[in-house]
C-alpha cells in the first residue's frame, strides 16, 4: 500500500513525539506554571534526560534550571487528582488542583461518587485548586452538556466550601461559564486556565477580578486577538502556563511541552505588552503565591 503525504506527515509527528526540545534561556526572575499535567507528559511524551532519570523529579528540574521554580500539577480524573495530591504532598515545587475534566464528567459511570472522591481531596492542605472544571463545547456535542454542567456546578460549590481557587477550562463556552459563574456565584478566587477569548471577554473577565493564565497560544501567529486580550489584562491579574504535554510555544509546535519551555511564552508575552521582562515575571509570581501558595 502506498503512502499518502498525509500519513507520512502523522508518522513524522509521531517519531518527534518523544523528543523534548533545547531549553530556553533562562529567566533572571523565576515564575510557576499555573497549569501543567506531568503525568499526561510522562505518558504520553517520556522524560527529558533519558531513560534511568526519575521522569517527575526530571521534569522539576528541568524547569527550575529555566526559572519556572514553582508548579501547580493539575488532575483530570480521579486517578489524576489523587496522584497530583499526594505529589504535593511530598514535593515542596508542586500544589495541587483536584477535578473532572469537562469532557470527562459526561462519560463517568458514577459522576456522584467520583464527586464524592474530588471533595475528598480537595480538603488536603497543598491541594490549593479546584480543576480543571469547566465547559466545552468544542469535544463534547449536546449530549453531554446537562452532565458537564452539573460537574462544574458541583465544583465550584467545592471550591467555596474548602476556599480553594478555582481553574477553568473555557473551550468555545465562554457565555456558558460566565453564566453558570453568575448563576452559583463565583468563587473569591477565579483562574481562567489557556485564557482563549478575545479582548471584550478578557475585559469581562478582567472586571469580575479573575485571573487570565495565558499558554504557549499567545505565541502562535495566528493568534492576534489572544495578544490584545494578554495587552490589556491588568500586572496584578496575569499567569503563565503550558498546560503540557499541550500548546507548545513557537518555535517548537509540535514538538512536546513542558515547564522548562514556560520561558518562551513570557518572553513573548513581555513582547507584546511592552513590559519589563523581570517586572512581568515578578508580578506572575506574586500572583501565583497570592492565589495558590505559599509553595513551602
Ligand atoms: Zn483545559
Ligand atoms: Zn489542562
Not at 473551550?171 to 489557556?194: F, K, Y
Not at 495565558?214 to 494578554?230: D, H, I, N, Q
Not at 491588568?234 to 513542558?258: F, K
Request: glycine share 8%.
Amino acid at each position: 500500500m502506498s503512502t499518502s503525504p498525509s500519513e507520512s506527515r502523522r508518522q513524522k509527528a509521531a517519531r518527534r513525539a518523544g523528543e523534548f526540545p533545547a531549553a530556553p534561556e533562562p529567566l533572571a526572575v523565576p515564575v510557576f506554571d499555573s497549569h501543567t499535567h506531568l503525568d499526561i507528559t510522562i505518558q504520553e511524551a517520556g522524560v527529558p534526560g533519558g531513560p534511568g532519570a526519575d521522569p517527575v523529579e526530571a521534569l522539576i528540574t528541568a524547569a527550575a534550571k529555566a526559572g519556572v521554580d514553582r508548579i501547580v500539577q493539575v488532575g483530570v480524573d480521579e486517578p489524576s487528582s489523587r496522584w497530583g495530591a499526594e505529589l504535593a504532598a511530598r514535593h515542596p515545587s508542586v500544589l495541587a488542583a483536584v477535578a473532572l475534566h469537562p469532557n470527562d464528567a459526561p462519560l463517568l459511570p458514577d459522576l456522584d461518587e467520583s464527586l464524592r472522591v474530588i471533595e475528598g481531596l480537595a480538603a488536603s492542605p497543598r491541594v490549593r485548586g479546584i480543576g480543571e472544571t469547566g465547559m466545552d463545547t468544542f469535544r463534547t456535542g449536546p449530549e453531554g452538556r446537562e452532565a458537564q454542567e452539573k460537574s462544574f456546578r458541583a465544583h465550584i460549590a467545592i471550591a467555596k466550601r474548602h476556599g480553594k481557587a478555582l481553574i477553568i477550562h473555557d473551550r468555545d463556552a465562554h457565555q456558558d461559564v460566565l453564566r453558570i459563574l453568575d448563576s452559583e456565584g463565583a468563587p473569591d478566587t477565579v483562574v481562567m486556565h489557556c485564557f482563549s477569548g478575545d479582548a471584550e471577554f478578557a475585559a469581562e473577565c478582567v472586571r469580575r477580578g479573575f485571573y487570565l493564565s495565558f499558554a504557549g497560544t499567545v505565541t502562535f501567529a495566528s493568534a492576534g486577538s489572544l495578544r490584545e486580550a494578554a495587552v490589556l489584562t491588568p500586572p496584578s491579574q496575569i499567569m503563565v502556563e503550558t498546560d503540557a504535554p499541550y500548546l507548545t510555544p513557537v518555535p517548537h509546535r509540535g514538538r512536546p511541552n513542558a515547564s522548562y519551555l514556560i520561558p518562551l511564552t513570557v518572553r513573548a508575552l513581555a513582547e507584546t505588552r511592552g513590559d519589563d521582562l523581570d517586572e512581568l515575571c515578578a508580578a506572575i509570581s506574586a500572583n501565583g503565591d497570592r492565589v495558590f501558595g505559599p509553595w513551602s
